[in-house]
Every structure is written in C-alpha cells, then in structure tokens.
C-alpha cells in the first residue's frame, strides 16, 4: 500500500507536503506458481517442476546463464510457452556456469510474477575421442597384432578352362604366363599358344595338360636362366598334355602334327583334402555363396568372428552362418589351424 507524496512550488518556495494513500490493483493473470525446484542438472540442461497456479492456462519459461567475463546474465532462450505443464527441461545452457530457469504463469488475463531458481552446470563431459586417447595413452602394454593374412596355396585350382593341372598336392601353386611371361624370343618366335608357371611345393608326376593341341617345352626353374627342355606330350581326354617332377614353365607352342593318344589312364584332377580344425575370419566384407566359386549369392557378411571351416573347394571354404552352410572365398579371410595349406 504505497503513499504519494505531492506538493505545490513556484519562484518564492514549495508548499507543504500532502500525501495520499493509494491501492494499486492486482497483477493480471494466473497467481505465480509455487513450490518450484531444480532437478537433474547436467553440463548443458536442468530440469524445473512446479506446483500449477490456479487459474493458469499455461506456462512460459526463460533460460539465462552468466557471462564470467562481463558478468551479464546472457539470454539464450527467451520466453517460450511450453503449454499446461507442471515441469519442464530445458537444455542449451552452457557447461561450468551459474545459470538460472525463470517461469510465469499465463491465462487470458495476463502473466503472473516471476519465479525462478539459480544454479550451477556440470563442467562439458569428455569427448569420446579424447577419452579414447587418455586410454590409450594409459596403456603400457604392447597391442595385441591381428592376424597376419596366409595366402591360398590352392591357385591351381583357379587355372583357366585351358590349363588342367592333376596329380598336385598342397603347396603347390600356379599361374597362367603369356608370351611375355614366357620371356624366351626363341620361343615366341616359334609361336607359343599358352603356357603356366608351376612353383611352390612341386612333387614328381604332376600332369599339365592344355586344351589346344600343340608341342610341350619345359623352362626348368632349378637353373638360372631356365634350361629349356623338350616334354613328352600325349593326347588325354582330346588335350595335350605332359609330367614333370620339378617347379617351371610348361609352354605350349605351335605344332603341325598333334601328341600321341595316351594308352595309359592318367589320374583325374585332385583336390585338397578335406580341411580339419581350420578357422577362418573375413578381413573384409565377403559374399557368402550357395557353392562355390559362381553360386547364388545368400547375403554379404561383415562379421569379423573366427568361422569353422569344414571343407574347402576352388578356394573357398564352407562355413556355417545365419543358420546355414554356404561357402566364403578364401581371398578374404585369415586362416587359423589346419586349412590343408
């Protein structure tokens, strides 16, 4: 209930003073809202809750945190009505400052007084990043190095359909050369049609046969340069073929007339024998096949778990995934136990 106080003047004084006692009227709007608290305080939000205001419609809010260096409350979220509520979070305050929630409640009539609560944020949480490297940087011990990749031993089997090589066992290994692979300028100028590079684990009777009809040279790698010499072809199943005991090139080269029919019966292609305790991990994304090495794709997995092995064909092995068997190429994957490599 203030008092006004008033008094009369002009060049020769003022007058007494007479005072009069006025009533002002209320404050539009809803009552302030009561028993208010802050809860679940973070770096960068709080949260308000409040007992709801007779009368009210609504409630706004008002987020202000202090500014150490001009030390000014500084404004980020102004008045918002966030609707018939009795708390609220508000996030966006910033990190290690004193800060406050301020709140009115609001109807047709108007606002209601202020009310509000001060407190302090968190300090910012650290990033995931620099946690990482503060773990890292604690760490003595020596990381643990993955697995080195073991390469597939069974190219032989990825030959090309022209070039057929039997009777090999594991560590043996090959390859298709052209011409300028073959290397020799008398043997290209007699016309070679395809030739393959057999090193690695070579045991004698390993047969090589090619699909064209031809005359057979061995580039025996046991010297240097290779020593050129003569294979006995014969013909097999309509291809040309030879035995040698011994790692090297094995060249087939234009020929008017074609080997001999072997009388005798050669051995049929082999494979790796099947592969016991052998585990295998993708290094990478790798399709996961129905058969291999061109069979309907079932899915493409990016598990990076070891895999038990139970057989392996054309360079793939047969694990079990997702419920089923179905084959991953080995060209992709660390090899663990015994893989018939």
């Known amino acids: 209930m203030p008092n006004l106080i008033i008094r009369a003047k002009n060049a020769h004084g003022v007058s007494a003073n007479a005072s009069l006692t006025i009533h002002t009227l209320p404050q539009p709007g809803p009552p302030r809202p009561t028993d208010y608290e802050i809860s679940d305080i973070t770096h960068n939000s709080a949260t308000l809750s409040w007992t709801k205001s007779p ?11 202090l500014d150490p260096v001009s030390n000014d409350w500084i404004t980020f979220f102004n008045w918002t009505d966030i609707g018939d509520v009795a708390s609220h979070t508000l996030t966006g305050f910033t990190p290690n400052r004193s800060c406050n929630f301020t709140l009115r409640a609001v109807n047709s009539e108007g606002t209601s007084t202020e009310v509000g609560r001060a407190f302090d944020t968190l300090p910012a949480p650290a990033s995931s990043s620099s946690s990482s490297r503060s773990r890292r940087d604690d760490e003595s011990s020596t990381p643990t190095p993955m697995p080195t990749a073991t390469p597939i031993r069974d190219s032989l089997n990825r030959l090309p359909p022209g070039i057929q090589v039997s009777n090999w066992v ?11 692979g073959v290397g020799r300028a008398d043997l290209i100028a007699q016309g070679v049609l395809d030739a393959v590079d057999l090193y690695g684990y ?6 090589v046969c090619f699909a064209a009809h031809g005359r ?12 050129l010499a003569n294979l006995q072809a014969y013909q097999r199943a309509g291809m040309t073929c030879a035995t040698i005991d011994r790692g090297g090139a094995v060249v087939l080269l234009q020929s008017d007339s074609p080997p001999p029919v ?21 290094w990478a994304n790798v399709k996961f096949r129905q058969s291999p090495p061109d069979g309907l794709v079932l899915g493409v997995t990016a598990t990076r778990d070891w895999l038990p092995a139970s057989e ?10 997702w419920g089923h ?15 018939g490599a």
């Open 55 to 65: 009368g009210a419609t609504s409630y706004e809010v008002r987020g202000r945190c």
């Open 170 to 180: 594991d560590g043996a290994q090959g390859k298709r050369v052209g011409a300028a």
């Open 202 to 207: 070579i045991t004698p009777g390993v047969e």
């Open 216 to 227: 057979l040279v061995f580039l025996d790698a046991a010297y240097a340069p290779r020593r």
């Open 262 to 282: 072997s009388q005798s019966s050669q051995a049929t292609p082999t494979q790796p024998p099947s592969v016991s305790d052998c585990e295998v991990r993708p």
């Open 312 to 321: 392996k064909r054309d360079g793939y092995f047969k694990v079990l995934l």
């Open 325 to 339: 068997e179905g084959w991953i190429s080995g060209d992709y994957v660390y090899l663990r136990g015994d893989c």
